[in-house]
């Protein structure tokens, strides 16, 4: 092999093969010098935005967080934050609608599994709370978005609507429980409430202290929950003030 150094001319001359050659041959990938941004689709992007944004909501709620600290924790400027989203309200609006309905679809998914597989009433409402639970267990950045307060701004839903909906769902069980126990149905939605309510706020307790585990207790807020229930009185009144 000739000493000349690559792409110069030999003998003063370079013939088309040689130059051929040369740019066929493949270059070993060059190791990219500390601190180069790493080029990201736009569906990259935009994911690396909203788990970035993700995290900060969670844990310093959304009037807290900025524009320019997402950008900053993203490494991009920001405009590139306005450009995915329209700023904050935007990727805060997208974040909670994944968490809502990842949460939603979560329960759904358990309810109408436990219905297949013939479960009692009171196995549907531990499947829900297990379900609740799982999320928080596994998602408990997610979980802290939701029940923090929506922004005036947000198009989304709250934590109350959410709760709502898990409600609703919910009802359908305890509406055909009252009915087989000669109560009238048309309290039911209210009843979901009070019962969903319960395991939520129960549930953001159980988020920082972690402390029985998850199934113990699902299993304590559905024995309050369900005892209670059984032992409901079809027409409750409050007990008469004592005459002083």
Do not use: C
């Not at 790493?38 to 709620?61: D, H, I, P, Y």
């Not at 009238?184 to 939605?189: I, Q, R, V």
């Amino acid at each position: 092999m000739s000493d000349a150094l690559e792409g110069e001319p030999i003998d003063g001359k370079q013939t088309l093969a040689s130059v051929t050659e040369l740019k066929t041959v493949p270059v070993p990938a060059a190791r990219k010098p500390s601190g180069t941004k790493v080029r990201m689709t736009g569906q990259q992007r935009r994911e690396q935005l909203l788990n970035v944004g993700r995290k900060l909501f969670a844990e310093k709620g959304f009037e807290t967080v900025t524009v320019e600290e997402i950008a900053a924790k993203a490494d991009v400027s920001k405009p590139v934050v306005y450009e995915h989203f329209g700023g904050k309200e935007g990727l805060y609006a997208v974040v909670v609608d994944r968490e809502t309905n990842y949460l939603l679809d979560s329960i759904s998914k358990a309810l109408v599994g436990s219905r297949n597989d013939g479960a009692s009433a009171r196995g549907l409402v531990e499947q829900a709370g297990l379900a609740l639970f799982d999320y928080i267990d596994t998602n408990p950045q997610g979980f802290r978005i939701l029940v923090r307060d929506s922004p005036v701004t947000a198009q989304t839903g709250s934590f109350a609507s959410l709760m709502v909906d898990i409600a609703t769902q919910v009802e359908d069980v305890l509406a055909a429980e009252f009915k087989a126990h000669g109560i009238n149905d048309k309290f039911a939605p209210m009843y979901s409430q009070m019962l969903v309510g319960m395991v939520a706020f129960t549930g953001q307790w159980w988020l920082d202290v972690r402390k029985p585990k998850k199934e113990e207790v699902v299993a304590h807020v559905v024995n309050l929950a369900w005892n209670g229930l059984k032992h409901l009185d079809p027409k409750p009144t409050l007990v008469p003030k004592k005459k002083s």
